[in-house]
């Protein structure tokens, strides 16, 4: 089954149990969290004692920025991000196992701002000859998520929650563009894929994006 397809059907899950007469109005609930996806909620909906289906939404509102290697480098995360996730309470209580599927939105990207003379490939370039710098990491846009957690915000009235997740983006590539006149130079783009061939082998082994939630419930309505 096709991710598309997995979020189309867990929506209708949704759909149907939030308007199905065999649920109680108790049987929802809300909660909200900050996450390595961003902050934001979820809107959780019991279907049994057992298992439970969950929508969210998460925003990143930070821009982090830090000096590194003499470049000034400002990153912006993915975002929005949304979630469709199937909770299994094997103990009914608020341990729960958790599978579906996480659409992100922009990719990774950090623009870079050299601002003293740099290495590229073993060349020194100075800054202005270089400009800015713009390195995207480029990933699947939809990744199954698997992950452990506690909390059930369909249960009592307020609560902490905690998940821990791995989603499966597959292995990255990277696109590296300049601004500055030498973007144009055939041997500065030749050092420039050189550079960007290495940093992809570096980092061949991050195909899973890590996630971790604390949040708090806000109980059922």
Not at 126 to 139: F, I, K, R
Not at 161 to 184: I, K
Not at 197 to 206: K, L, T, Y
């Given at each position: 089954?096709?991710?598309?397809?997995?979020?189309?059907?867990?929506?209708?899950?949704?759909?149907?149990?939030?308007?199905?007469?065999?649920?109680?109005?108790?049987?929802?609930?809300?909660?909200?969290?900050?996450?390595?996806?961003?902050?934001?909620g979820n809107l959780?909906?019991?279907?049994?004692?057992?298992?439970?289906?969950?929508v969210g939404l998460?925003?990143?509102?930070?821009?982090?920025?830090?000096?590194?290697?003499?470049?000034?480098?400002?990153?912006?995360?993915?975002?929005?991000?949304?979630?469709?996730?199937?909770?299994?309470?094997?103990?009914?209580?608020?341990?729960?196992l958790t599978g579906?599927?996480?659409?992100?939105?922009?990719?990774?990207?950090?623009?870079?701002?050299?601002?003293?003379?740099?290495?590229?490939?073993?060349?020194?370039?100075?800054?202005?000859?270089?400009?800015?710098?713009?390195?995207?990491?480029?990933?699947?846009?939809?990744?199954?998520?698997?992950?452990?957690?506690?909390?059930?915000?369909?249960?009592?009235?307020?609560?902490?929650?905690?998940?821990?997740?791995?989603?499966?983006?597959?292995?990255?590539?990277?696109?590296?563009?300049?601004?500055?006149?030498?973007?144009?130079?055939?041997?500065?783009?030749?050092?420039?894929?050189?550079?960007?061939?290495?940093?992809?082998?570096?980092?061949?082994?991050?195909?899973?994006?890590?996630?971790?939630?604390?949040?708090?419930?806000?109980?059922?309505?």
């Open positions: 089954m096709g991710s598309a397809r997995v979020l189309g059907v867990v929506g209708a899950l949704v759909v149907w149990a939030a308007t199905s007469p065999v649920l109680e109005a108790q049987q929802m609930g809300a909660s909200g969290h900050v996450s390595t996806l961003g902050v934001g959780a909906v019991a279907l049994s004692p057992n298992l439970g289906v969950r998460s925003v990143q509102p930070w821009e982090p920025s830090r000096e590194v290697e003499d470049v000034d480098v400002t990153a912006s995360f993915s975002s929005p991000v949304y979630a469709a996730l199937l909770d299994l309470f094997p103990f009914r209580g608020s341990f729960h579906g599927m996480i659409q992100f939105g922009d990719n990774i990207s950090m623009v870079g701002t050299p601002v003293r003379p740099v290495e590229v490939n073993g060349v020194t370039y100075q800054p202005s000859d270089v400009g800015n710098v713009t390195a995207v990491l480029v990933t699947k846009k939809r990744a199954p998520y698997l992950g452990i957690g506690w909390g059930n915000p369909t249960r009592g009235a307020f609560g902490m929650t905690l998940d821990l997740g791995v989603a499966f983006q597959g292995e990255p590539g990277l696109q590296v563009t300049a601004s500055g006149p030498y973007a144009g130079d055939p041997t500065f783009q030749a050092n420039l894929d050189a550079e960007v061939a290495r940093i992809e082998d570096d980092i061949s082994s991050f195909k899973y994006y890590p996630v971790v939630a604390i949040g708090l419930s806000f109980g059922t309505f």
